[in-house]
Each structure stands twice: as structure tokens, then as C-alpha cells.
């Protein structure tokens, strides 16, 4: 029998880190969460990462010579043959930080990075709602729209590893611009919770009625959240209704899109909308889904269901991709 | 050294039958062509399949049983596991046809049938301009648009074997339905060569000046053909060149949602509308293209060219599958 080996993920995000240590089996035995605190420079970040890896280790109760590897899942543009991070979105000043030297000099284990949604593409795959499954997309609805993809059980990177960015496909070519950096009609200007958040607050600024400001100023908040997103849509506001059926609608034809061209065994949904609003929202992307995808009337229709993993599903990845390159 | 291989490519249309005899280094050796009268119904039409590979065989001068395999692209659903014809666009009839056991009782070779656009991808992978590369999609614009997706080298056909309809990819979700059976706002709707005519006549219709009826009674053709737009462009008609641009524009944004997501090394273009107006539409397919790919400022830019086998991708494609296959 193998012995069981241990690596550290982390997922870095824009406002937090999350730490685990994870076992080859995908099981989290321990993890922590720090502000990144990322206006307050590279430097700051890198300890507040090492630091959370540290508070990980003492909550699993795994010493840190036991540790064989570490993956780090960021948000942005990674060179991870090198290592290096070339360009991240919400991070100030990072750009070509070579983070896998910094961690070395922390812990001489094996260090992998690569993007935040790649790596909870694939813990969906290895231990969430796509186990067993060889072939998926899986699609993460948050403030942007992102994801990856597995094809013949391994990640799906393309010629300069810039395959899988799901939330810029164009799906309604005159429609929106992104908020951000995105694309004209991509599916992140017309779903996502960003995406959202802009039409409600335009159609109440031209005087539309709604229970959203008051639910707003409930919750002692400025954005519309994605758990206020639900609470709307169960009260029934009519607004909420028709923008959020209008955002399934454009999703479940994005769905089709991607079963037309890729025929994945599995489609899986996972991200703030998805969490907070989850089968109310499922059940339209795969109604219009279906009915927009070329083989409708075949009996084996994909699966599209919602992720298992939550917040943890990139420190996972992270964990099992480091492991495998050690 | 290995002995050289010959099989026997049959491309089957709803209007023409190619066959041509091939060997394992993708060289037509010889070739025949002859009209599908697919109304005669199905024995016919296999008869006539068997009729043009006699007659590429003998243009080849191979003899009969020197041929090891026969490679069939047929324009539907193939269920090639067992070769069987499950279902035809415009070939009436051809409903649960066991081809392969037909073509075997003429001639006792691996048979593999497979969807036409199918076979011509993995022959512009193999013989054409895909030539030493490991991926690309393949995107064919004619009468409907069609194409494949190679990755790894291999020809990526999903779970229930129905990936690769790159035609029916949604483009402009609020756009216009598809002549025949496709999808609302998919590409085929925008940009196919139907979808052009269809915009043209009820500009036409409405009032619009444009040369084309003159082109077309020139021509004695009730069809505005690939070639005739192709005049039309040369010409710098007002009408055909507002609509061929957004056409233009579509195939541009199409390429860029399949850059986004599949990071391909090559994007492949062929078929009638490419093949007659080249470059002057590729050129604007690339900028759109380029314009709205993510990594937009990619020092390595993924390749948009000219398929180069054109009518033979099919035969070529089909011919060499079934030889791997022996």
C-alpha cells in the first residue's frame, strides 16, 4: 500500500487566501483564512500566504516536513512551467513575481501554480460533482464568469495554455460590454452576477419598483450579492425575475453552445449565483440547454448539475495537481 | 520499410458521391465523381457508391483486392461503432442503414463510416493545412457550416460521439432562425452561404440595389452561389459587401469564442464561400478574431488559414481513418 502524501493548496484571491492541506486522496485535514490585504504590496501578499500555510499545518496537525508539495491557484496569467506569475487581476504590482522560488525558500517541496479556476475545475473533477466522469466543463458564475475544461479525465490547456476562459464566449454578439476587461456579448457581460447587478440597477434607476434597495440597506450593503439575488427571487420581486430569467436564459444557451461543440459528459455549476440561487437557476439552464443543444432528442442527455466543493474545490485542484508533479 | 496501403475514400453528398483510392501517405492515387440521385432511394444510392469506387479503382489502376479498408463520410448521424447509418440531412431514406455490411459483401475490407465534415477535418489534419499541427478546429462555410476539432491529433468526438458542430455554436442569441433545422442566433443562421442569400433577397426584396439578379440571370441560376458573391464582392456591390462584412464579422467572433475556450494551435477554413472569396474574407475573420480573443496581445497568435485539400478533405480523411483502422 502506498503511503499517504500531503501537499498544502492555496487559493489566492483578490480579498482572500485560503490554505488546506489536503492528502492524495483529496481529503482536507486542515485549512486556514487570511485577508490578502493585496493593495499592501507583493511582498506582504507572499507572507500572508506562507503565513496562512503555516495556520493550515498547526489546524491539520501535519508537520511541515511532511509535506511533499504545494499548489497555488491564482487569478490571472501564470507561466507555470517557470513557475512565475506573469499578471493578476485585483492584485496590484504582480507581475512577473517568481512566487515558486519564494515558496521554496519557505518549504523545498515541489510548487505548481496555476490559474484559481483551472485548479477548482479540476478539484470538481477529482473529488467533487465530476468523480467518475472524463470529460466536463465546469463553469463558476460569480462576479466574472470562469471555469475549465477536462477532456479524456485530464485539463484541457491549449497551445499557449490559454484554453478554458468559458466566460468569454460571445453568445449574444450586439449585446453588453463586460464590466472590466471582458468581451462584447461574452456570457460574463450578460450573466454574471456583475452582469446582473448593471441591469437592476439600471431598470431602478429608470424608475422600475423593486425590493432590492431595501434589501440592500437591510444587509448594510452597496452591492446586490448573490444571497440577495435569492432572497429577491424568493419574495418574488418581479424585477429580479425577469433580469435573473434573462441571465438563465443566455446561460442555458451558452450551455448549448458548449455541448454542440465539446459533447462533455458532464456539465457542472458552481460559483456565488449558482450557491445562493442553485436548482431554481439549474433547472432553466438545462431546460434552454436542452432545447438549443443539436441532439435534443437523445436519450443520454449531458448531466448538468451544480459543483460539490464550494470554496474548497481550488484548494483541492491545487493540492492533487502539486501532488501529481512530485 | 512498411509496404504502402491503399484504401478506398467515398465522400457521399446529398447531390454528389466522391471516391478515390488513397494510400497511407494520404496521395490520391485515382478518383471518380458521379451524381447521388439520392431520390432513387437507398439500394440505388449504394450501388452508385460501389459504381464510383470501381471507377476510382480503375482510374488508380489498384487493383481490387489490394484495398485494405473503405472510409465513408456520409452528411448526418453515423453510428460508426457499428456502421451503421442512423440518419441523413437530404438523402431521403437512409434511416438504420447498415452500410458497412453492404459495402463489405462487395468487397471484404475494414469498413468505418464516420459524419462527412468529420472525415474533411482529419484530412486537412493529416494531408492539408493542419499539416504538423497537434490542434485545431476546422470550420467549413457553405450551404450550412460544419467542421471538426482535432486535439492531441486526435479528432475530438465527445461522449455520445456528437462534438464538433462548430455550426451550431450561438453567436447572436436574439439573431435569426436557420434555414432548415439549426439554431436560433448559431452561426449556420449568420454566416453560412443560405443565411447570406437569405439576408441579400429580402434586401433585394425590400428595394436595395444590387447587381446580383443581373449576375444571376447571367449565370441562368436561381441560387446566389459562393462564386456569384464572389463577383459580387470583386465588383464592390454596396449591398453584397454591407452583408458579407457582417457575415465577416460573425465568422470573426465565432473564431474568437473558439480561441477562448480551446486555444487551438490552427483554425482551418474551407468550403464553397472560402474557397471563393479567400483572403478578402479570412483577412477580416482574423482582425475580428484577434480583436476580441483574450489573449489579444499573444506574441503567438493562433493561426487562421485556407483549408487546402478542398473537395478531396473528404475522401483523403475518410481513406486514411479507415486504414488506421486495419
Request: hydrophobic share 45%; no cysteine; proline share 2%.
Amino acid at each position: 500500500m502506498a503511503a499517504t502524501k500531503y501537499a498544502i493548496g492555496v487559493d489566492l484571491g483578490g480579498t482572500k487566501i485560503l490554505a488546506a492541506v489536503v492528502d492524495n486522496h483529496g481529503n482536507v485535514l486542515g485549512s486556514a483564512k487570511k485577508s490578502t490585504q493585496a493593495e499592501k504590496g507583493v511582498e506582504a501578499v507572499i507572507k500572508r500566504i506562507v503565513k496562512a500555510a503555516e495556520e493550515a499545518l498547526d489546524d491539520a496537525n501535519v508537520k511541515k516536513d511532511h509535506i511533499a508539495a504545494i499548489g497555488v491557484g491564482a487569478p490571472g496569467l501564470i507561466d507555470s512551467a517557470r513557475g512565475v506569475v506573469l499578471n493578476l487581476t485585483n492584485l496590484p504590482g504582480w507581475r512577473n513575481v517568481e512566487l515558486a522560488r519564494h515558496l521554496r525558500s519557505w518549504h523545498p517541496a515541489t510548487v505548481v501554480i496555476s490559474n484559481d479556476v483551472r485548479m477548482a475545475a479540476i478539484g470538481e473533477h477529482r473529488k467533487g460533482a465530476g468523480r467518475g466522469a472524463h470529460s466536463m466543463v465546469v463553469v463558476f458564475v460569480g462576479t466574472g464568469i470562469g471555469g475549465g475544461i477536462i477532456l479524456d479525465d485530464r485539463p484541457w490547456v491549449g497551445f499557449r495554455s490559454s484554453a478554458g476562459e468559458v466566460g468569454h464566449m460571445i453568445i449574444a454578439a450586439d449585446g453588453p460590454f463586460a464590466i472590466g476587461n471582458g468581451i462584447r456579448g461574452g456570457i460574463e457581460a450578460l450573466a454574471s452576477r456583475s452582469a446582473i447587478e448593471r441591469d437592476l440597477r439600471a431598470a431602478i434607476a429608470a424608475g422600475r419598483k423593486s425590493i432590492l434597495p431595501e434589501l440592500m440597506r437591510e444587509k448594510e450593503t452597496d452591492t446586490i450579492t448573490s444571497s440577495i439575488l435569492a432572497k429577491a427571487v424568493s419574495k418574488n420581486d418581479a424585477l429580479t425575475m425577469e433580469v435573473m430569467r434573462r441571465a438563465a436564459r443566455y446561460l442555458g444557451l451558452h450551455a448549448a453552445s458548449l455541448i454542440n461543440i465539446l459533447d462533455p459528459e458532464v456539465l457542472i455549476y458552481g460559483g456565488g449565483v449558482i450557491e445562493s440561487l442553485g436548482e431554481w437557476l439549474l433547472s432553466q439552464i438545462r431546460e434552454v440547454a436542452f432545447e438549443h443543444a443539436l441532439n435534443k432528442h437523445h436519450l443520454n442527455k449531458v448531466r448538468i448539475v451544480e459543483a460539490e466543493l464550494g470554496d474548497r474545490a481550488g484548494v483541492i485542484g491545487a493540492a492533487l495537481v502539486a501532488l501529481d508533479a512530485v
